[in-house]
Structure formats: structure tokens, C-alpha cells
């Protein structure tokens, strides 16, 4: 059964110093969602790609939400213009009212919170905590890395052959939401042990 996105949790990075390549795939981003009618959940950051994205989907008039930690609002990195903006304790709570929000989860590039979140997201799916499709968007092979440290995880018996596609990748959005909206998460299923 195909799925269908009312918000997306969009994970990126918050650096001021990316080129602008990754700027401006940030806006595409928010502002083909918000044309959509896709809303937008995210760190509620106003830099960076965070920044770009939550700003182009406002001016496109989509819904933006935002959680960020007290510890970043207090630093005034809180984007104050949000349909919505959540302050919460610590980086925990941040991570899971994002999971919970969303109806999918789509990454740009980033740096070691956008790895994370990524990360996290996958193992929850592959613990069917949740069953939402993910997607990164890989502009300029960044997320090669990533790409091959699945594969090597499934050669190496780490990661099951089902779950190396929790993760969807692609360098272009269109083809990676139509992918994201098929896609179906395998079901767990957990050896049980001799006694």
C-alpha cells in the first residue's frame, strides 16, 4: 500500500559555512513540500540549510514545525517565524517528537546530527517502532560513504539483506519521494535462540 506524506521530518545540517549547492537544494526542498501540501517538521533552527529550508517553505506557504533543544534556543539559533515551534529538554525528546510527527523522513547533507538522526530513524524502522519510509537526498555523491558502509554491514553479515533499503538514496527529490512512497519496511522478524 502506497504511502501518503502530511509532514515530512527533513533532517539537515545547521553550518553557515556549505556551499551553496547544498543552500539552495535546501530551498528546492522546502519549497516543493510546502507546494505540495507536505508539511514541513524539523530541528527549528534559522541557519543553515535548517534555515533555508524552513524560510522557503514559509515564503511557498507551507506549514513549518519546529523542535529545538532550550540549550540552541538559548544560543538564538530558534527560528522565530514557524507555523509552530516546539523548546524542549535535550536532544532525546527533540528526535523523538520529530519521529513521531512526521510521516516520513527525508536527510540532506549534514554533519554528525544529521548522521545521527539518520541513523536513528533506520533502527527504529528496522525495529518497526515506526514504519516510515526514509530518504536521503545525495547531492554530489556526499553520502557515498554512507551508501557503502551499508553495503559492507551486509557483506560482512551485519546488516540483513532486507533491511539495506531502509535507507533510500537518490540525487534527485522527485524520484526519491515517489520511491519513498512505495517502499515497504520488512516486518520484524527476530531469530529465536537454542536453548
Not at 137 to 146: M, N
Request: glycine share 12%; with cysteine; aromatic share 6%.
Amino acid at each position: 500500500m502506497p504511502h501518503t506524506f502530511r509532514r515530512i521530518a527533513v533532517y539537515c545540517g545547521s553550518t553557515q559555512h556549505a556551499a551553496p549547492a547544498h543552500y539552495a537544494l535546501a530551498q528546492a526542498v522546502g519549497t516543493h513540500l510546502a507546494q505540495q501540501g507536505i508539511g514541513v517538521v524539523y530541528g527549528g533552527g534559522r541557519v543553515g540549510l535548517m534555515g533555508a529550508l524552513a524560510d522557503a517553505a514559509l515564503e511557498a506557504g507551507g506549514e513549518v514545525i519546529g523542535i529545538i533543544p532550550k540549550l540552541l534556543e538559548d544560543r538564538e539559533v530558534a527560528h522565530r517565524g514557524l507555523s509552530e515551534l516546539y523548546v524542549v529538554d535535550g536532544m532525546p525528546l527533540r528526535k523523538s517528537m520529530m519521529i513521531q510527527m512526521c510521516d516520513a523522513f527525508l536527510a540532506l547533507p549534514g554533519g554528525f546530527g544529521t548522521w545521527e538522526e539518520i541513523l536513528e530513524a533506520a533502527t527504529q524502522g528496522m525495529l518497526n517502532y515506526h514504519r516510515k519510509p526514509l530518504g536521503v537526498l545525495d547531492l554530489g555523491g556526499y553520502y557515498a560513504p554512507l551508501q557503502a558502509m551499508i553495503a559492507q554491514g551486509v557483506a560482512e553479515k551485519f546488516v540483513r539483506p532486507q533491511h539495506a533499503d531502509l535507507i533510500l538514496f537518490d540525487d534527485e527529490l522527485l524520484p526519491l519521494l515517489e520511491r519513498m512512497a512505495q517502499v515497504e519496511i520488512p516486518e520484524l522478524s527476530i531469530p529465536v535462540g537454542k536453548s
